[in-house]
């Protein structure tokens, strides 16, 4: 019986060794194809991810110009009801940052306005 737990002990130990040998090795001189295979996955990953950017700047451009209902079918068709929502909070948000950036430069134009009245009023005086 004690014979058993320390075979079973023995051979954990030896396995274990063996694995972080194995990590330490694939760490420090990766093969190279594990390396294509990393490379693949950025790549499968920078492509998916550009796929839904095009896909979300293309919503943000037509938001104005498409029923809410068919944007919301449209999205629920493509993505799941949890991204359907967070897009729908994204163009929301996107379309009060515009209004916000269009008043500000509107309030801007008009500063540069008075500025310049002050301007033409001191060369008055």
Same mark, same amino acid.
């Given at each position: 019986?004690?014979?058993?737990?320390?075979?079973?002990?023995?051979?954990?130990?030896?396995?274990?060794?063996?694995?972080?040998?194995?990590?330490?090795?694939?760490?420090?001189?990766?093969?190279?194809?594990?390396?294509?295979?990393? !490379? =693949?996955?950025?790549?499968? &990953?920078?492509? %998916?991810?550009?796929?839904?950017?095009?896909?979300?700047?293309?919503?943000? $451009?037509?938001?104005?110009?498409?029923?809410?209902?068919?944007?919301?079918?449209?999205?629920?068709?493509?993505?799941?009801?949890?991204?359907?929502?967070?897009?729908?909070? !994204? =163009?929301?948000?996107?379309? &009060?940052?515009? %209004?916000?950036?269009?008043?500000?430069?509107?309030?801007?134009?008009?500063? $540069?306005?008075?500025?310049?009245?002050?301007?033409?009023?001191?060369?008055?005086?």
């Amino acid at each position: 019986m004690v014979f058993l737990a320390s075979a079973f002990v023995y051979a954990f130990s030896v396995l274990l060794i063996g694995l972080d040998l194995l990590y330490w090795l694939w760490i420090v001189t990766p093969c190279s194809s594990c390396t294509m295979l990393h !490379d =693949l996955v950025k790549v499968s &990953y920078g492509f %998916e991810h550009r796929k839904e950017w095009n896909w979300r700047t293309q919503l943000l $451009k037509d938001r104005l110009s498409t029923d809410s209902r068919t944007t919301l079918r449209l999205i629920r068709d493509n993505q799941g009801e949890m991204e359907a929502a967070q897009i729908v909070v !994204d =163009l929301f948000e996107t379309h &009060y940052i515009q %209004e916000a950036l269009q008043d500000y430069e509107a309030a801007e134009r008009d500063n $540069k306005t008075h500025e310049q009245r002050f301007e033409e009023n001191e060369f008055c005086i």
